[in-house]
C-alpha cells in the first residue's frame, strides 16, 4: 500500500528573482492564495524592469493599454490608447503600493547562484549571503542585458555615448549632432521623440524595417471618468483587444502563407509608399523580407520624421569609430556630438549570468549549451521547484507579456499545489516529455512567419525560431492545466 501524501503545507518558502512586470505579478498571486513566506530578489534600486531599464526620451509599448495592464488591476488613468514608459513604471509602482509588494522585495541584492541541495534551493547573493527555499520563482525578463557590437575605435569617440537602454540624462542633446545605431523599436522611437530638438539627426540604418501605422490618440477626460465610474467599459476595451489581436495577429503568426500575414505585408507597404515621397529614401526604407518576421514596428509619425532637413538614414555599414564620429564603409566621416547605441539586448541570456545547479550538480548552463529551452517556457527537466516566467520558447514579440506572464502563473500555481497538497515534495517537467516538447516545437516553427527569411532576435544559433510556435489559442489551452503525467514528482 502508497504511504498516504503529506498534509498540506502552508509554510513553503519562495524566492522570486527579480522585480519587473513578473516578479510583482508572482508576488500578489502567492499572497493572495495564502502563500506569505516568500521574498523578492532585485538587483535594481526600483521596480520595472524593462521600463525601469529603459528611460530614453519617446519610450512607449506598443501593446494598446488597457491590454497591458494585470487584469485585477485595469487602470482609467492611461493618458493614451499606448501610454508612454514612463506611465508604465508609475502604473507598476502603484500597483505594487497596493498589493503591498514593497516590504519584500530586497533592492541592490543580485542572485548570482541558485543550487538545489537536500531537497531545497539555496540561494547565493552576489555579496555572499545566502537565502533557502522551496520553490524559485525566475521573473528576470529578457530586455535588461544591453548587446554592444564590437566596434572598431568606439572607446576613442571624444563625444558622449550610451546604449538607450542607459540612457545617460546628464547629456545634453538640444542642438548637438547626434547619431542614432540601428532602427528596430526603441530606436525608431527615439528618432520620432528627438528630431526636433537636434541639429543633425543620422540614422545608422542596419536591417530596414517594415513599419505599421497607428493612431495614439489620448484618452479625453471624460472617456476617463466614464473608466472610472463605469470598469466594464475598460473590460469592454481589452476583451476587444484581445479579440483583436489574437485572432488577426498572433494566431496567424504560424501560418506564414496566411491569408491575413499577406494583408499585414500589403498595409506595411502602402504605408511606405505613401509616406515616404522620396523614392531613393523609400528604397532604402524597403525590407526584403515578409512584415512580421521580425517584430512589426508600429509607429504614427517615424517615416515623417526620417524625411525632416535635419535627419539623415545611412545604410552603408559601419567601419569604424574615430574620435569625432562614425566612419562608414563608402569612407564618408559623419560627425558627431552624441552617438546612441540602440541596439538591442542579449535576448538568449534569460537567468543567466546567474548560476543554476539543478539534480546531481548539474548546471543549467551545461543543459542549455546548444540553446536555453524548457518544456512549456516554464519548466526544465532535473530543476525541481524551479519554474520561469516569460522564459525561452514563450510567446515573444508584438504580444501583451502581461498576459502570457498571467497565464503562465496559473499554470505554476498548479505545479506548486501539487507540493502544497502533499502529493509530493519535488515536481520538474520529465525529461522525455521536454525531449518531446522541444522537438515539436522545432518542428511547428518551420512554418512559422518568422522562419520566412529574415535574421531576427527571434532566431536560434541554427536559424530556428525560438518563439512559441503555435497559435495564441494553443497557448491559452495549455496554460489552463497542466498535463501532470509529463511532469516528474517525488
Known sequence: MPAPPDPPSSDL???????GMSGVLAAIQLREAGLENFTIYEKGDRIGGTW???SYPGIACDVPSHFYSYSFALNPEWSSRFAPGAEIQAYFDAVAHRYQVFSSIRFGQEVARCAFENGRWRITLAD???D???FVIA???VLHHPAVPDFEGLESFAGDVFHSARWNHDVEIEKKRVGVVGNGSSAIQIVSAIVSQVAQLAIFQRTPQWVT???NQPYSEEEKDEFRKNPDAMWAIRTETARAFTEGF????????SPLLQAIHQNCENNLENSVRDPELREKLRPNYRAACKRLIMSEDFYESVQRANASL????IERIEESGVRTRDGKLHELDVLVLATGFQVNQFVRPMQVVGRDGLALDDVWKDGANAYMAISVADFPNFFMLNGPSGPVGNFSLIEVAELQFAYIFQLIEQVRSGACHEIAASREAALRFDAERKQAAKTTIWNSGCKSWYLDKDGLPTAWPWTFDRFRQEMAKPRLEDFEKR
Do not use: K, Q
Open 52 to 54: 525601469r531599464e529603459n
Open 250 to 257: 498572433a494566431n496567424v503568426l504560424v501560418d506564414a502563407e
Open 213 to 215: 501605422p497607428i493612431e
Open 139 to 141: 521573473a528576470t525578463g
Open 132 to 134: 533557502e527555499a522551496d
Open 314 to 317: 545611412v545604410s552603408e555599414g
Open 128 to 130: 555572499g549571503s545566502t
Open 13 to 19: 518558502r519562495f524566492v522570486i528573482i527579480g522585480a
